[in-house]
């Protein structure tokens, strides 16, 4: 199991706003995301991490969606769970 740091933590809640920088297909800029600061992790593990991630940023898409708390702490939480089973 890999320790979840407060970087970790910090990173997974700024993962909303990074997402709607980046261009590309929703998945595609997860995957950019996860390989940038959890490169350490394995293939198959990415694509957990990818797949749980989409479905809480992919609406961040739509027309007025925006950021918020609550989807800060989502990724915060999600990060840290596949975290704590790597």
Same mark, same amino acid.
């Given at each position: 199991? $890999?320790?979840? /740091?407060?970087?970790?933590?910090?990173?997974?809640?700024?993962?909303?706003?990074?997402?709607?920088?980046? @261009?590309? /297909?929703? $998945?595609?800029?997860?995957?950019?995301?996860?390989?940038?600061?959890?490169?350490?992790?394995? $293939?198959?593990?990415?694509?957990?991490? /990818?797949?749980?991630?989409?479905?809480?940023?992919?609406?961040?898409?739509?027309?007025?969606?925006?950021? /918020?708390?609550?989807?800060?702490?989502?990724?915060?939480?999600?990060? $840290? @769970?596949?975290?704590?089973?790597?």
């Amino acid at each position: 199991m $890999a320790e979840v /740091t407060e970087r970790d933590r910090e990173v997974a809640r700024r993962l909303p706003d990074e997402f709607l920088k980046l @261009s590309g /297909t929703p $998945a595609g800029r997860i995957n950019k995301l996860v390989r940038r600061y959890w490169l350490q992790a394995a $293939a198959p593990a990415w694509a957990e991490l /990818t797949q749980a991630l989409l479905l809480v940023l992919r609406p961040l898409l739509a027309p007025g969606a925006g950021v /918020t708390d609550q989807k800060r702490l989502t990724c915060e939480d999600i990060v $840290a @769970s596949w975290l704590g089973r790597q």
